[in-house]
């Protein structure tokens, strides 16, 4: 039976989207209709980039993949990376995107969490991958991501055992930025998504394009975002208005 609610929800500001996950009578549990949710919202940003905040319903972000769907996949599912594709698109969104987790993301709700560029969480964050107990990798991101994030032991010890981080480890690993309560979770991912607006946009996406080019493209790409921010018109009005401020 198909859920009767959209597996995701939008609320569309001047200047971001919020994304809630919306299966919590499964814990938001990521099935084929949230993914096809998540390509479409990937479509709307990739054409008008905005702040993009994710946070799942019920006090949950994501326990992971359903596992109803995920029981019955067969090879073929497997080199269609159904999953993956999605979360690299997320990753790929030209401006921020800000993960706020609740509870628990685990399996493929912590590989959503990982393709996110800020992740906070609250003090009853768990957050892993417990793939391999279930016959399975962890194939949607976190086999490469969570080494880039936490480093390779810790990476490869979390992935091979499948223990969970809860909130302070998770900080302590540099897995989160910070821990909040649950009630002033979305307060504090706004306010990162104030601090980020009140910054000229175009640079904002440029520093996002630099971060994740491969290191083989540094300097030269570096150079290039540069030289385009360096002819535009908003850099001069910026730095006018810092010189004049500074000469008051």
Not at 73 to 93: E, Q
Request: aromatic share 4%.
């Amino acid at each position: 039976m198909a859920d009767e609610q959209p597996p995701l929800l939008l609320e569309r500001r001047a200047d971001r989207i919020v994304a809630t996950l919306n299966r919590a009578q499964v814990r938001n549990a990521i099935n084929h209709d949230m993914i096809d949710a998540l390509h479409a919202l990937c479509d709307e940003l990739e054409r008008d980039p905005q702040i993009l905040i994710l946070t799942g319903a019920g006090g949950t972000f994501a326990s992971g993949a359903d596992i109803r769907e995920l029981r019955d996949r067969r090879a073929d599912d497997a080199h269609r990376a159904i999953n993956a594709n999605a979360f690299i698109r997320i990753r790929r969104l030209p401006a921020p995107v800000i993960a706020a987790l609740d509870g628990y993301a685990l399996g493929g709700g912590a590989e959503l969490a990982y393709a996110a560029d800020l992740r906070i969480g609250t003090p009853r964050l768990k957050i892993g991958n417990p793939e391999t107990g279930l016959g399975i990798i962890a194939a949607a991101g976190a086999s490469w991501r969570l080494r880039e994030i936490v480093g390779e032991a810790l990476a490869l010890e979390l992935l091979l055992t499948g223990r969970p981080l809860d909130a302070e480890q998770a900080l302590a690993a540099g897995l989160i930025s910070a821990i909040h309560p649950a009630d002033e979770l979305l307060d504090a991912a706004h306010a990162l998504a104030d601090r980020i607006a009140a910054n000229d946009p175009a640079a904002t996406r440029a520093t996002k394009r630099v971060f994740l080019a491969p290191a083989d493209a540094h300097p030269r790409v570096d150079s290039e975002e540069q030289a385009i921010l360096f002819e535009s018109a908003e850099k001069h009005r910026r730095m006018t208005e810092f010189l004049e401020r500074r000469a008051r």
